[in-house]
């Protein structure tokens, strides 16, 4: 073996070896580069192989958000078939979920997260403002991101739903389901229970922004209670019923 080989083979070695040693950390900066900043790693141990953080979600002025502890394992193995495959898990549970990445996709896989519904606000700016209450269940089947489709399903609850500007607790219990069949996402909202009734769709492409129109409903009884939540983010229409667009 000649020294330009002997030399080859050791600044491959030394390359495996800064990446293998990779602090955590340069998780955190990937995300705010790759998110604006919504996204941070905090508090970050361990190597980009194996470690632990939080996960933090902000709103657009960086200033307030939630967190969930995050663990993760990468398997070496996958790399020989050309992916990046990671193991991940939230708030310290049993069950973890892989997150695949190669040059074609990103995908997720049998992912549960569990939010409070302050996250709802993080995500739609406009009901930022409502003092949201409850837990939000994300159950992700399989998601496919790819540069000009994303295909797959996944629902979200939201059980146990109030707000800050209405004494009526729980409003009820909801669910949205999406569909990505590559071109768009499309989403449905449908109530499971509760005296505020909601029921609407939606969609969203890459490279647009997301819309979606609703309906809500209120019965007669609860009218004077809920109407004043309903006017700060809807189009009263009479008769307990509102317009709501969120775009």
Not at 20 to 33: E, F, W
Not at 61 to 84: C, D, E, F, I, N
Not at 100 to 121: F, H, Q
Not at 193 to 198: A, I, V
Request: proline share 5%.
């Amino acid at each position: 073996m000649n020294r330009w080989r002997l030399l080859g083979l050791g600044l491959v070695a030394y390359a495996l070896g800064l990446i293998a040693t990779a602090p955590a950390s340069l998780i955190d900066a990937g995300l705010q580069q790759a998110t604006e900043g919504r996204l941070r790693l905090a508090e970050a141990q361990g190597t980009l192989w194996s470690g632990t953080g939080q996960i933090e979600m902000r709103d657009r002025m960086h200033r307030s958000g939630v967190a969930k502890s995050v663990t993760w394992q990468v398997r070496p193995a996958y790399l020989l078939r050309g992916q990046l495959r990671c193991e991940v898990g939230l708030d310290l549970a049993a069950k973890r979920f892989p997150v695949t990445i190669s040059l074609a996709r990103i995908e997720v896989a049998d992912a549960d997260i569990n939010l409070p519904a302050a996250a709802l606000g993080l995500a739609i700016p406009k009901l930022a403002p409502l003092g949201l209450a409850g837990d939000v269940l994300l159950h992700v089947a399989r998601v496919s991101l790819e540069r000009s489709a994303i295909q797959g399903n996944a629902t979200l609850q939201w059980r146990g739903a109030g707000s800050a500007y209405t004494p009526v607790s729980p409003l009820g219990d909801y669910e949205l389901r999406f569909e990505g069949d590559g071109a768009a996402v499309r989403a449905s909202l449908r109530t499971l229970q509760g005296p505020l009734q909601l029921d609407g769709q939606g969609s969203w492409a890459r490279g647009g922004n997301p819309a979606f129109l609703g309906t809500a409903r209120i019965p007669p009884e609860h009218l004077q209670q809920l109407a004043p939540l309903m006017r700060m983010i809807a189009v009263e229409r009479g008769e307990g019923s509102f317009a709501l667009e969120l775009r």
